[in-house]
C-alpha cells in the first residue's frame, strides 16, 4: 500500500491565476540603473512625510491607531469629505480583495476590461467568483461593452481610471452612464490610484457620485504621486454601509503607524503636490513626442507614464527593445501579461 502523505487542498480555479510580477528594481551586473517598471514618482517623497516617517521610530512597540483617525481627517480635510465615509488600509489593492470577498459569492460575476489591472482578476477569483473581460476599445474601457457583460450574475465592476498599463481615462459623463445603467445591487469599483495626475476638464475620479450613491466606491492611492510605495498606504471614500461591512472583516491593525504618519503629511503638503503634478505636465508630453518620433505607438496617457506599442514595421519587437534597454540599466516593464505583447 503506497503511504501518501495527505495535504490541504487549495480551490481548484486558484491554480490557473498567474503570480503577480512586480516591475523588476535592479540589473545583475549592472551597477547603474533608471527604474521605470513600477510608475514610482521620479520626485520621491515630501520631506515632511519622511520626516513623520522617522518620528516613529521611537514608537515601534506600539500597535498604532487601529481606525487610522488622524490620518481618515487629514484625507477629508483635503478633499472635502466625510471622514467616517473612508476607510484607510494596506495600499489599494486591499480593497479590491475586501470588496470581493464580502460581495462576491461562488456563481457571481465580476466585471473588469481588458487591460485593467491584474489584480481585479485576482481579487474575483479568490472570492471564489467568476471573472468577465470586457472589451476596449483603442485601449480605453468601453461604457457599452461593459454594460453589454453585465447578466443577472453581475454584481461587481471594477473600472481603473486613469487605467494601467494604458494610462487612457474615461470621461466623468462616461462614468456616471456606466453608473446609472448598471442594476442597484451592482457594485462600481472606481480606482483612482493616478487620479491625481489628471488635466483633463471632462475627467472626475468619483467622489460625486460616490456621495450620491450607495453602489459606488472610490479608492485611491499614497503609491503614486505621494511616493509613499514602500509604506503600502491607500484610503477609499465609499457609503457608510460599505464602510461598517469592510471594517467588520479587514485586519485590526492594516495600516502601520509610520505609514499612518507619512501619509498624514504627504497629503498636506500641497506645494509638494503641485511640484509632482507640475513635473508630470512637463514631461509626459516630452516623452510622448520623442517616442512617436522613433516610430512607436504612444498611447494617450494621462498618468504619470506612457505605453509604447512596437508597429509591425519596427525594426525591433517590443521584448526585444526591453531587453535591450535592461542591459543598460534601463529598466521598463514589458505588458504581455496584460494581452499587448508589442508593448
Not at 467616517?84 to 480593497?95: M, R, Y
Not at 482578476?121 to 472589451?135: E, K, L, N, S
Not at 508597429?311 to 521584448?319: D, F, G, Q
Request: aromatic content about 8%; overall charge negative.
Amino acid at each position: 500500500m503506497t503511504n501518501i502523505a495527505a495535504a490541504p487542498e487549495p480551490r481548484s480555479e486558484l491554480m490557473p491565476l498567474h503570480v503577480y510580477v512586480p516591475g523588476s528594481s535592479s540589473v545583475e551586473g549592472v551597477d547603474k540603473t533608471v527604474k521605470l517598471s513600477a510608475n514610482e514618482t521620479p520626485l520621491g517623497p515630501s520631506p515632511k512625510a519622511i520626516e513623520a516617517f522617522q518620528s516613529e521610530a521611537q514608537n515601534l512597540a506600539d500597535y498604532p491607531d487601529g481606525g487610522a483617525v488622524e490620518l481618515r481627517q487629514a484625507i477629508a480635510d483635503v478633499h472635502g469629505l466625510n471622514p467616517d465615509n473612508i476607510v484607510c488600509g494596506n495600499g489599494s489593492d486591499e480593497f479590491f480583495a475586501l470588496l470581493a470577498n464580502a460581495y462576491l459569492r461562488p456563481g457571481d460575476e465580476g466585471i473588469f476590461t481588458e487591460h485593467g489591472f491584474l489584480v481585479y482578476r485576482t481579487a474575483i477569483v479568490g472570492a471564489g467568483a467568476t471573472p468577465v473581460v470586457a472589451q476596449e476599445t483603442e485601449l480605453t474601457a468601453d461604457v457599452d461593452k461593459i454594460l453589454a457583460c453585465v447578466t443577472e450574475r453581475t454584481r461587481m465592476v471594477f473600472l481603473a481610471n486613469p487605467n494601467t498599463p494604458t494610462g487612457t481615462y474615461v470621461p466623468f459623463d462616461e462614468v456616471r452612464r456606466l453608473h446609472a445603467a448598471l442594476p442597484k445591487t451592482v457594485l462600481l469599483v472606481l480606482d483612482g490610484a493616478y487620479a491625481e495626475y489628471v488635466r483633463r476638464n471632462d475627467y472626475s475620479a468619483g467622489m460625486d457620485l460616490v456621495s450620491d450613491a450607495t453602489n459606488v466606491v472610490m479608492t485611491r492611492t499614497f503609491s503614486k504621486i505621494h511616493g509613499l510605495a514602500a509604506l503600502r498606504v491607500g484610503w477609499m471614500y465609499a457609503p457608510r454601509a460599505i464602510i461598517d461591512v469592510l471594517h467588520r472583516i479587514r485586519g485590526p491593525f492594516n495600516v502601520n503607524a509610520a505609514a499612518q504618519a507619512a501619509g498624514r503629511a504627504a497629503i498636506a503638503d500641497i506645494s509638494h503636490i503641485d511640484a509632482a503634478v507640475a513635473h508630470n505636465d512637463e514631461w509626459l508630453p516630452w516623452i510622448t513626442e520623442r517616442m512617436e518620433a522613433l516610430g512607436l505607438d504612444v498611447a494617450p496617457s494621462v498618468g504619470n507614464f506612457v505605453l509604447l506599442t512596437f508597429p509591425n514595421s519596427a525594426k525591433v519587437t517590443a521584448l526585444e527593445a526591453y531587453e535591450a534597454l535592461r542591459a543598460r540599466g534601463y529598466i521598463l516593464r514589458a505588458v504581455g501579461g496584460y494581452g499587448l505583447p508589442n508593448s
